[in-house]
């Protein structure tokens, strides 16, 4: 329960009371400004506690936007401001300086709310109100005119109007979205949260996926059909978080992970439908889900290497800011980086319409389409930029590379070596050498496991300053493209049936733990435990690892052994990562929305 301590004498007629109510709060009225601080003091401490002038005239939509949005530990309206728990002392002394005030004669009790907002010491969130109304009348004459003004505004139609992400895809906005909304509305108006949507968004795409699976005419057009109803409500799951406020650390954890579960499970059961009629693009699924997730990760690399960077400007930047303003080259660029909403439509499409091999191949050519366009326009701001990157941003990078036992101790041993070459050339030099070799050489050689030796001797060189320089975001996704490319070239030299899926299980473990540490950091959570990083090997071990298997084991047995890789890592970071965000939600963790990039 959350309380409001309204402040001044009632108004006859105001429905603010029963407003306040109807959001969840308990009402309680304050003579004066010493009152309302015995009031607060009475309220317990892990409670939400909002002030309000009794004189407020606005709609409660605005009121639902500052005083109930859990994003933010403090927030303000005119008239209004509240505290969560974590701001609460911030409110008690911005509330004790307004009492003071107030029995000096300086404030009177009819702006004790504003006063306080005003007297807060810490970061106060003044959401945009846009046409919503929110005011404190002085007089007669100015409440009719602001009581005129709620009434010709319809905070319901503005309401659902936000609800919708501020920017998204072509085929989000102009064939989800508007319909999407009420959905989300109906869903908002029978008690369902945006988790529950996630998970039956999740439920969908697992049943696409098994129709798929069935490797039948009627399976995979089936599968297309609810692979779009799962993309309908995961907009939906948003647009309700949006519409009635409802984030969580937990549900922007289960929303970015269902996606990438229903995508890639998806990927699963268009090659196990394939392999139903006697065609193995299993190679083809693995690759999409490489792709796509080193996608992401340069993705999530460069905004963390620049969301805090200083003189963030570049002459590209401002180009591509300029073309922005042409409303047609707008969409294109939003159409042609392949966000999810096309992408998913692009496969539900093809899935129902040609063959699994057919929509594989479609899918990367258009993701390596998307990732070399958006990619080189990153290369291209970074070199023009004259940023300066923080200490922050170099220490997100360095947890991204996810280096395992065998880097930190290598790191100590060449301590006060310092290498010459660019980081992301160390890197990419360090992929090259374990990829080439894997590809090159036969199964069961022992080239490969020299390429990963070397890998795994340059992979900590590349880190031993830093990363602050225009091109060091590039290292995590070359590590990426390094220990899941191996895999795959390893598992498809195999030759074996089952070598590919048991691939697939295993860079979908590791990828998902990638994606784990990810969101961590978004939500400012800190990295996952290091003694996790040390259990599954970091990406070094792993890749030194897999080639040992293929040099040493039969391919049937190495089969078995990446399978019961797979099984291993996915119960070490599911379990870790599950306890965490659960613990995390809980004990009360800063709500966070994503509202980024479409994925």
Known sequence: MSTA??????????????????????????????????????VPADQRVAVVDTRFVGHVHALRLGLTDPRFDAAAIPGAVTARPAARPALARALRTASGEASNGSVVVGIVADRVAEALDTDLHR???????????????????????????????????????SRDGFFTTYC????SRYLARWCARRGFTPNQVTTASLITALIAAGSAATGTRAGYVAAGLLLLFS???????????????????????????????????????????????GDDVWALALGAMVLQTCRHVVDFSFNEANHDATANTSPTAALSDKLDSVGWTVWIRRMIVLPIGERWAMIAVLTALTTPRI???????????????????????????????????????????????????????????????PAQLLALVAGALVVTAAWLAPYGSWWP??????????????????????LDWL??????????????????????NGALPAAFGLVAAVAYHHYDTVYRIRGNAGVPPHWLVRAIGGHEGRTLLVTVLAALLAATDFKLALTALAVAVALVVLVESIRFWVTAHKLGAPAVHDEGEPA
């Open 5 to 42: 301590i309204l402040t001044g004498q009632p108004v006859p007629g105001s429905s603010l009371e029963g407003d306040l109510r109807s959001l969840g709060f308990d009402v309680r009225v304050a003579t004066d400004a010493a009152d309302a601080e015995t009031l607060l003091s009475a």
């Open 127 to 165: 959401p945009e109100l846009g046409d919503l109304v929110a005011e404190v009348p002085r007089d007669p004459q100015a409440r009719n005119e602001a009581r005129q003004a709620v009434s010709t505004v319809d905070d319901e139609a503005i309401r659902l109007r936000t609800a919708v992400k």
């Open 176 to 179: 989800i979205s508007p319909y």
């Open 231 to 277: 993309f309908v409500l995961d907009c939906t799951d948003g647009q309700l978080a949006r519409y009635s406020l409802q984030y969580s650390t937990l549900g922007a954890w289960l929303d970015a992970t269902f996606d990438r579960a229903k995508e890639y499970a998806y990927y699963a059961g268009l090659a196990l439908g394939a392999a139903r009629g």
């Open 359 to 421: 929509t594989l191949y479609a899918l990367l050519i258009g993701c390596a389409f998307a990732a070399t366009y958006t990619t080189a326009g990153r290369v291209l701001r970074s070199l023009t930029r004259k940023a300066q990157r923080t200490d922050r941003a170099a220490q997100a990078l360095a947890d991204l590379t996810d280096s395992g036992p065998l880097a930190e101790f290598l790191t100590r041993v060449t301590r006060g070596v310092t290498s010459r070459g």
């Open 449 to 470: 496991v020299l390429g990963a030796v070397g890998y795994v001797l340059l992979s900590p060189v590349a880190l031993q300053r830093p990363l602050k320089g225009a």
């Open 475 to 496: 290292v995590p996704p070359l590590f990426r493209a390094a220990e899941y490319g191996t895999v795959l070239v390893l598992a498809a030299k195999a030759d074996v």
